[in-house]
């Protein structure tokens, strides 16, 4: 079942020499508990394409729905909202709050969205994230892999039907990074999430279920992972 729909989506924006076309029409479906990687060079538009895929942005021509809901025929706040229903996101510089500790920074979500056990469940994904022992740190006491696995924590506290990630293990060095993807793999099984990530790391892509590659804006490829 297609939880995501990409259906004849461009994005334009205007610069002062003139429209530059990030992304040409495109058109895909991912699946409910599919991991799909989008990989490509540099400027290609892969973030671009995230962030249509969020609602955090609008494409210039065609429309994306989620679980159904044309993110087009929804406004800031509600796409915001919807956001918080279904989508979790990792990003490649962790965004966790400095003035907050671990499991505070790994509670907001859920005190925003009106959870009546926001510390128990931040405790609980922290200890499977194994930062039991760093509850009280704030991120700037945690190293890098440290401050990914809480904002991995963050990312699954709304129990999200889709999880966005932007280049999870890019700011870490190879054997931390290993860690991350064995965490995020594990994770996304355990709880049935739909990944989408955006990756430079061929081998992270690799054990994704399938590999979408943009060049220069255009979709060329679409291929399962063997």
Known sequence: MALI???SVSRNVVTTQGELQILQPMDFTIDAGEAVAVVGASGSGKSTLLSLMAGLDLPSSGHITIDNVNLSELDEEQRAILRGQKIGFIFQSFLLIQSLTALENVMLPAELAGSKHPEQQARELLKKVGLEERLTHYPNQLSGGEQQRVAIARAFIGRPQIL???????????????????LLFELNREFGTTLVMVTHDNSLAERCDRILHLDGGVLTEQRNVA
């Open 164 to 182: 966005f990630a932007d280049e999870p293990t890019g700011n870490l060095d190879s054997k931390t990074g290993e860690r991350i993807e064995a």
């Open 5 to 7: 729909q990409v259906q």
